[in-house]
Nanobody, 124 residues
């Protein structure tokens, strides 16, 4: 059974930082391009960041470039999202996902497995 479990969400003041983690089990982690998405209140789920399975490429939404960093530890089957300089508009439920194919890194419909999400709330 494939499981993706996010952790690290919480309440933080604007300008603060959080580090999200996503542990993957039941799937060969190195086969996954790992992505982070978020769903803000009243909005569609949106791409945040992705890290290719070959470890060579990272992708970011324009809204988080320079503030968020995605990383992965294949030995721990875990992907991370370091979020700095948080803004109230970053408030959302954050999801990690595994994509077994290539390309389409920003397309949520292309991902195969999803976590349950973790809430991030940024107060002003």
């Amino acid at each position: 059974q494939v499981q993706l479990v996010e952790s690290g969400g919480g309440l933080v003041q604007a300008g603060g930082s959080l580090r999200l983690s996503c542990a993957v089990s039941g799937r060969t982690f190195s086969s996954c391009t790992m992505g982070w998405f978020r769903r803000a209140p009243g909005k569609e789920r949106a791409f945040v960041a992705a890290f290719s399975r070959n470890g060579n490429n990272k992708y970011y939404a324009d809204s988080v470039k320079g503030r968020f960093t995605i990383s992965r530890d294949n030995a721990k089957n875990t992907v991370y999202l370091q979020m700095n300089s948080l803004k109230p508009e970053d408030t959302a439920v954050y999801y990690c996902a595994c994509r077994l194919g290539i390309f389409k890194y920003t397309d949520e419909n292309a991902y195969d497995d999803w976590g349950q999400g973790t809430q991030v709330t940024v107060s002003s």
